[in-house]
């Protein structure tokens, strides 16, 4: 199973981010979606298409229709900037698969 | 809450063997109801799946990695542990450990800190 992101994206201060991540059928399919900074693991934003973990911003949302999931960063800040990665644990084929992932620029 | 660390050797030949582990804290691996899960990351590359362990036992590996990897649980010292075997200089980067730490969703909400293997003679 292949996730397909679009490898960059640039935003103005303020903006709303929608980051993109394709798939067959993703809709089947619950999606995660992950920030990282530079010298940093990974950090959960989004669970399960649209759940926001503790501690994450009411900014970060998501959703997930047809063959593309969407993380949408409203009111995007500086601190924004980082990788996203989306991911998908694909039952069918037990298998466990990211995004080439989404270098957003603000 | 979970913690998760990382801990092996930084610096490894090649064709030689990697082991690393991922000591637990703050919970129990022993009859948890969710997956644990070694990722690594090559330098300015993207995340891949290297293997999960079930609770089930079970292991589900990377396909491209699968002949060479192995995950295993030591449920007596609160740990898991990952080799790959036959080491190239593409095995160079961060490995992390992670986990759900839920039984109801795939999410990795929690994450070691990442540790960096170099592949060179």
């Known amino acids: 199973y292949v996730l397909t992101q679009p490898p960059s994206m640039s935003v103005a201060p303020g903006d709303t981010a929608r980051l993109t991540c394709g798939g067959e059928r993703i809709e089947t399919k619950t999606v995660n979606w992950y920030q990282q900074k530079p010298g940093q693991a990974p950090l959960l934003v989004i669970c399960?298409?649209?759940d926001r973990p503790s501690g994450i911003p009411e900014r970060f949302s998501g959703s997930n229709s047809g063959n593309t999931a969407t993380l949408t960063i409203s009111g995007v800040e500086g601190g924004d900037e980082a990788d996203y990665y989306c991911?998908?644990?694909?039952?069918?084929?037990?298998?466990?698969?990211f995004g080439g992932g989404t270098k957003l620029t603000v | 809450h979970l913690q998760l660390q990382e801990s092996g050797p930084g610096l490894v030949k090649p064709s030689e063997t990697l082991s690393l582990t991922c000591t637990v804290s703050?919970?129990?691996?022993?009859?948890?109801?969710?997956?644990w899960a070694w990722i690594r990351q090559s330098p300015g590359k993207g995340l891949e799946n290297i293997g999960n362990i079930f609770d089930t036992g079970s292991v589900h590996y990377n396909p491209s990695l699968e002949t060479r990897v192995a995950i295993s649980v030591d449920t007596s010292a609160n740990r898991f542990s990952l080799e790959v075997t036959s080491l190239t200089a593409a095995d160079t980067g961060f490995y992390y450990c992670?986990?759900?730490?839920?039984?109801?969703?795939?999410?990795?909400?929690?994450w070691g800190q990442g540790i960096f293997v170099t592949v060179s003679s």
């Open positions: 991911h998908v644990y694909d039952g069918d084929s037990d298998r466990t698969v």
């Open positions: 703050g919970g129990s691996i022993d009859n948890s109801p969710f997956s």
């Open positions: 399960d298409d649209s």
């Open positions: 992670a986990t759900p730490g839920r039984d109801d969703s795939f999410g990795f909400q929690y």
